[in-house]
């Protein structure tokens, strides 16, 4: 029977296989025929096709960097997961400003990428490659969720005071949401809510984040009115059919997408939806085609896959005994299950349209590479917790005497 971290390892691959032949078949176009070079019919899944591109080669990355994780050596996971208090101010202050720096970078010229009248990614120049899109956020919403363990974790007892340790551990949050959502709501509400998660799971007072709550209400308004797309978004959300065309076009045409795939779906490659009628098919809606391509049962694999994953991830949550490895394993959790939540809500006309993507299967190198480490640095945690050094092997730290490459 396979281990905990052989399933994580199994689900996420199958999820990253799915992904990429999905992007591939919602990435399909229908080339105009001439009468002088006669077009073959074809189905463009081939096995060249799908491996051979730019999303075969980022899979391959993802592949790579979750190997990379999960080999991350046991002393270097102890040596991260040991709390530090009198670290705990200098830390969070030089992590947040890195991570404020790194969101600011979208807003220099030449540097940044401007797509849907939204500057989300980089242009990177990557050699063999040509320019390569690398998306912040997503490197900010990973690292927020191992900022967040490790404060929390390191400031202990103190989460339980209101002015000195719920207050400026939800300032520290809210000063990267706030950039966040400048540009992308959706992921800034994902980052404060796994945050809370976070937060609450170390310690916080339940009582305190109600009393917090009008702010942060305040703070989600205050993004949602002052973008006039954003509030045409939830109102074709509350009538789409005011304005099938318009507003409500999108959501419209993802549930057309998932209603014509019925039971057994049109087949991988035959869907309709994707040659011009359904916007973001290979990222947001990408659930949209494989509802339609591959039927009911392709979507119920999809949601099976990912309560498996969540199933495992929690099960090294009950495990570990660390505290920082807990929380950060717990936040990983909140992360992958809102995100792959809300997404499906999204697609399914259940929430205003949001630019969520469906975590490991949504068109997105960034994506992919990132989720997968992070899947292999829980792994690596789920075998550290294995090793029960004594104390004889222990050096003066506290820490194993053997090699940090053991």
């Keep these: 029977m396979p281990s905990v971290r052989q399933g994580i390892l199994l689900c996420a691959l199958a999820l990253l296989t799915l992904g990429v032949v999905m992007v591939h078949s919602a990435g399909m176009s229908i080339e105009p025929a001439t009468v002088e070079v006669p077009?073959?019919?074809?189905?463009?899944?081939?096995?060249?096709?799908?491996?051979?591109?730019?999303?075969?080669?980022?899979?391959?990355?993802?592949?790579?960097?979750?190997?990379?994780?999960?080999?991350?050596?046991?002393?270097?996971?102890?040596?991260?997961?040991?709390?530090?208090?009198?670290?705990?101010?200098?830390v969070a202050c030089v992590g947040?400003?890195?991570?404020?720096?790194?969101?600011?970078?979208?807003?220099?010229?030449?540097?940044?990428?401007?797509i849907n009248a939204s500057y989300r990614w980089l242009n990177v120049p990557v050699p063999g490659l040509g320019t390569v899109s690398v998306q912040p956020s997503e490197i900010?919403?990973?690292?927020?969720?191992?900022?967040?363990?490790?404060?929390?974790?390191?400031?202990?007892?103190?989460?339980?005071?209101?002015?000195?340790?719920?207050?400026?551990?939800?300032?520290?949050?809210?000063?990267?949401?706030?950039?966040?959502?400048k540009e992308d709501l959706?992921?800034?509400?994902?980052?404060?809510?796994?945050?809370?998660?976070?937060?609450?799971?170390?310690g916080a007072r339940a009582w305190q984040f109600a009393a917090m709550a009008p702010l942060g209400i305040g703070v989600a308004a205050a993004g949602l009115f002052t973008q006039d797309y954003r509030v045409r978004r939830v109102t074709a959300f509350l009538d789409p059919y005011a304005d099938p065309a318009g507003d409500g076009y999108h959501m419209l045409q993802s549930?057309?997408?998932?209603?014509?795939?019925?039971?057994?779906g049109r087949g991988l490659g035959h869907g309709l939806q994707k040659f011009g009628y359904l916007p973001e098919d290979t990222t947001d809606f990408i659930f949209a085609i494989i509802c339609e391509e591959l039927g009911i049962m392709g979507a119920l694999v999809v949601i099976a896959l990912y309560a498996a994953l969540i199933g495992l991830l929690l099960c090294v949550v009950r495990g570990t005994h660390n505290p920082i490895h807990r929380l950060f394993v717990l936040g990983v959790m909140a992360t992958i299950g809102l995100q792959a939540s809300i997404n499906l809500l999204v697609v399914t006309g259940l929430a205003p349209t949001k630019g969520i993507?469906?975590?490991?299967?949504?068109?997105?190198?960034?994506?992919?590479?990132?989720?997968?480490?992070?899947?292999?640095?829980?792994?690596?945690?789920?075998?550290?917790?294995?090793?029960?050094?004594?104390?004889?092997t222990q050096d003066e730290h506290g820490f194993p005497r053997e090699s940090l490459f053991a």
């Design 186 to 202: 959706g992921t800034a509400a994902l980052i404060a809510a796994v945050a809370c998660v976070v937060l609450l799971a170390a």
């Design 39 to 90: 077009v073959a019919p074809t189905d463009g899944l081939t096995t060249g096709g799908i491996l051979g591109g730019r999303d075969g080669l980022f899979a391959a990355f993802a592949i790579a960097a979750m190997a990379l994780g999960w080999l991350v050596p046991t002393r270097l996971t102890e040596r991260l997961g040991t709390p530090r208090p009198d670290r705990l101010v200098p």
């Design 96 to 114: 947040v400003s890195v991570l404020l720096g790194l969101l600011l970078l979208v807003y220099i010229p030449g540097l940044s990428r401007e």
């Design 255 to 264: 549930l057309g997408a998932v209603a014509n795939g019925e039971g057994a």
């Design 357 to 392: 993507a469906l975590p490991l299967i949504s068109k997105g190198g960034t994506g992919w590479i990132l989720t997968c480490f992070t899947l292999g640095l829980v792994c690596a945690i789920d075998r550290a917790r294995e090793r029960k050094p004594t104390v004889e």
């Design 140 to 181: 900010v919403k990973w690292s927020m969720v191992g900022l967040t363990a490790w404060c929390a974790a390191s400031a202990g007892a103190r989460l339980e005071r209101f002015w000195t340790g719920l207050v400026p551990a939800l300032a520290c949050v809210g000063a990267v949401t706030v950039v966040v959502m």
